[in-house]
């Protein structure tokens, strides 16, 4: 490499070629740029046509992680933008054609106030991440609303989620803010750890934790204190009541369960089974489908991911049945495959298939095609987009005391 570069550079001045270098840099960033814009349609488009549900990603920025091979901020970053390309025409426009990056544009698509895709796509232009960052933080917030809700937990649902309100005083709140921030905090010391750690290619690391995953994990590690006393890999007391002559599923105190549902719970050894025959219970459990210590460390040290390409949660795993054990599949490692929960939800509601033995293993989405861990890269067949070249932004000291931050309109109102 540097005897290349030694032999064409010979006698040129480091000035010199320094120009020649940031000449090509500045042709390459405009390709870069174009490249990312054309990317960010295309993510927009699987989006809005809702093409990704197939695919068995748990979201756009995770199929975008996997596809494209990029990090989970990155991919973050090329959702959001994608999310709100027909709000943002302008600056997505800056993109395609070269003149501003991703992250120029990630910055607004993440944080500016409606309508503002005229105001930034001046400032777009000549100002760097961190000054867009400090620019959208001066745009004036709304107001919170002052007419006093009264503390409550509330629950609608629809047939696919339920939705909860919850409505704090300050200072439950604040309480309630410092759990979900501390177990927030201790899946993203989970997650780095596992990152930095784990063997696997950087795209298929999972995304990074959420506030619902901090939330669900405030609610399992608090609900029931018996759980830390369990034997490992134990950790939910679902209790179904099922009835094998029928193969009809209930939960218990709660409601009948589809067969999906049944399976799903049942694969596991993660709830109480009662069997139960014309009403009346025979036995809880079978010692056969219980996964015990040793399996399940056996199945740990085989498969140390979640096994559907794409996905890399490493945590709460579960172990599934390739042949349900309802179908007759027993309890051993040929037939049992970690899955993260949502990946085995989604194959017990038959959005994925998982086909086995564990050591042929096939994931299907739900059009039948397989799924493959690799990224989609490849090497380009046409030529880079023909954009001009793309200095980058000016860099210039900000004048923020000269500087009118964007004004949201206020609603139309309709009275
Ligand atoms: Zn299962
Ligand atoms: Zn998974």
Redesign the pocket.
């Known amino acids: 490499m540097s005897s290349i570069a030694s032999v064409g550079t010979a006698g040129v001045s480091p000035c010199r070629r320094l120009d020649a270098l940031f000449a090509e840099l500045s042709e390459l960033t405009g390709q870069r740029n174009a490249i990312d814009g054309r990317i960010v349609e295309i993510v927009a488009e699987v989006e809005r046509d809702e093409l990704w549900g197939a695919t068995g990603a748990r979201s756009i920025p995770a199929l975008v992680a996997w596809k494209t091979g990029v990090s989970p901020a990155n991919a973050e970053t090329i959702a959001a933008v994608a999310h709100r390309i027909e709000e943002f025409p302008r600056c997505t426009q800056g993109l395609r054609e070269g003149r501003v990056s991703l992250d120029q544009v990630g910055v607004i698509a993440q944080r500016a106030a409606e309508g503002s895709d005229e105001h930034y796509a001046q400032l777009i232009e000549v100002a760097t991440v961190s000054q867009l960052r400090t620019a959208i933080k001066l745009e004036p917030r709304p107001e919170p609303d002052r007419r006093g809700p009264q503390p409550s937990i509330t629950k609608t649902s629809d047939p696919n989620f339920d939705f909860w309100r919850i409505t704090l005083p300050h200072a439950e709140s604040a309480v309630f803010q410092a759990a979900l921030q501390s177990h927030r905090d201790a899946l993203i010391t989970e997650w780095t750890h596992d990152r930095d750690t784990s063997s696997g290619e950087p795209d298929q690391h999972p995304p990074m934790p959420t506030n619902v995953d901090a939330f669900l994990r405030l609610v399992q590690t608090g609900w029931d204190g018996e759980v830390q006393r369990r034997p490992y890999g134990q950790r939910t007391t679902v209790v179904v009541h099922l009835d094998i002559n029928q193969q009809i599923g209930a939960l218990h105190l709660g409601p009948l369960l589809c067969d999906a549902e049944r399976q799903y719970l049942t694969c596991d050894a993660t709830c109480e089974v009662w069997f139960e025959r014309d009403g009346q219970p025979i036995g809880a459990g079978r010692t056969t489908r219980t996964i015990n210590r040793r399996l399940r460390r056996a199945l740990e040290h085989r498969d140390q991911t979640?096994a559907?390409p794409g996905?890399a949660?490493t945590r709460g795993l579960h172990a599934h049945h390739i042949v349900h054990w309802e179908d007759g599949g027993p309890t051993e490692l040929a037939n049992l495959v970690l899955?993260?929960p949502?990946?085995h939800r989604l194959h017990h509601r038959g959005i994925i298939t998982i086909t086995g033995p564990a050591s042929h293993l096939v994931v299907t989405d739900s059009d039948g095609q397989q799924l493959h861990p690799a990224s989609l890269a490849r090497a380009p067949k046409k030529p880079p987009p023909a954009v001009q070249p793309c200095k980058g932004p000016t860099g210039e000291r900000a004048q923020w005391w000269w500087y009118q931050p964007f004004q949201p309109q206020a609603p139309p109102t309709t009275n």
């Open positions: 979640c559907v996905c949660a899955v993260c949502y990946h």
